[in-house]
Nanobody, 125 residues
Framework: VQLVESGGGLVQAGSSLRLSCAASGRTARNYAMGWFRQAPGKEREFVATITQSGTGTNYADSVKGRFTISRDNAKNTVYLQMNSLKPEDTAVYYC???????????????????WGQGTQVTVSS
């Protein structure tokens, strides 16, 4: 599975950005997708995940109410709409996927095993 992120950039606090992740090379039927981020000097952390069907989502407490994960299976693309951005959202954002046995199953965040190269998001105060 190849994952390519896009949409990062430099924005001011309070602004919005939408990240995209295009997937290719898949052989299985069901893949959960997720966004993770890594800030300088910190470990990579979970941001949001979504089931293959798109009906199930999970968010980190730090982004609930501000970020929305969605997907377009016809385009093999997952999105992360980020609103009300804060300086603490500054990080490299990574797209990840995990093959699952069901379209409605959301696997544990530690199990995601295919990763993109990341896209930088910088939020200035």
């Amino acid at each position: 599975v190849q994952l390519v992120e896009s949409g990062g950039g430099l924005v001011q606090a309070g602004s919005s950005l939408r990240l995209s992740c295009a997937a290719s090379g898949r052989t299985a039927r069901n893949y959960a997708m997720g966004w993770f981020r890594q800030a300088p000097g910190k470990e990579r952390e979970f941001v949001a995940t979504i089931t293959q069907s798109g009906t199930g989502t999970n968010y980190a407490d730090s982004v609930k109410g501000r970020f929305t994960i969605s997907r377009d299976n016809a385009k093999n693309t997952v999105y992360l709409q980020m609103n009300s951005l804060k300086p603490e959202d500054t990080a490299v954002y990574y797209c990840a996927s995990k093959e699952t046995y069901s379209s409605i199953f959301l696997p544990p965040t530690a199990s995601y095993n295919d990763w993109g190269q990341g896209t930088q998001v910088t939020v200035s105060s």
